[in-house]
């Protein structure tokens, strides 16, 4: 206790303060109550192949979906709401996706001594995902979705995902459950028309 004094007496009047609200922040943190939970769900798990090559299919699904470019990003931070809906559903033009990001998996490969024909889509829509999220904002975590597409052993192509609905389930949400099923007719379409 004489050491504090000591201290508190060689401190100065903001110094003081700041260390007092630092020990009060300390306080507040440690009595802060962290819950966890966990939820087993079931997730259907999608492959869809056939013998089209890699680099076709890849430039047939680029060139259908529409981006989230830098333009629809710029009219969401102006909010700019009526053009930023038009814009979005510009984009997703008749499949209703559009690529977010693009994660080149096989071109990583090279950290391994090899590249591969390998490239993950994060693909979605936002005007689907905030129907979601506006009534559960966790939905947010499953959009965008993911799709692998990558050159299979027999040479052709194949896409790979988890189905929407299967992972939306968790929600037990009519409004989000009908977003998910909607999903999984947008990828299911989208698979048949560029592996053809």
Not at 22 to 48: G, L
Not at 156 to 182: C, M, N
Request: charged fraction near 20%; glycine fraction near 6%; hydrophobic fraction near 40%.
């Amino acid at each position: 206790m004489n050491h504090l004094r000591f201290m508190a007496a060689r401190l100065t009047a903001p110094t003081l303060a700041a260390a007092l609200c630092f020990n009060m922040f300390c306080a507040s943190a440690r009595a802060a109550t962290v819950e966890v939970s966990e939820t087993k769900m079931i997730v259907d798990h999608v492959v869809v192949s056939s013998g089209k090559p890699y680099a076709a299919v890849k430039q047939e699904l680029e060139s259908r979906l529409g981006r989230l470019d830098d333009h629809i990003r710029m009219l969401l931070k102006e909010n700019k709401v009526d053009e930023l809906h038009a814009a979005l559903q510009k984009a997703a033009g008749s499949d209703g996706l559009v690529i977010h990001y693009i994660g080149v998996h096989g071109d990583w490969l090279a950290l391994k001594g090899q590249r591969k024909n390998g490239t993950e889509y994060f693909t979605g829509n936002i005007l689907t995902a905030t129907e979601m999220t506006s009534v559960d904002m966790a939905a947010g975590l499953y959009a965008p979705l993911r799709i692998m597409v990558y050159e299979n052993a027999q040479g052709g192509t194949s896409i790979e995902y988890d189905k929407p609905s299967t992972q939306l389930s968790q929600f037990h949400s009519a409004k989000i459950d009908v977003q998910g099923r909607s999903l999984d007719e947008r990828l299911a379409k989208l698979c048949a028309s560029v592996l053809q």
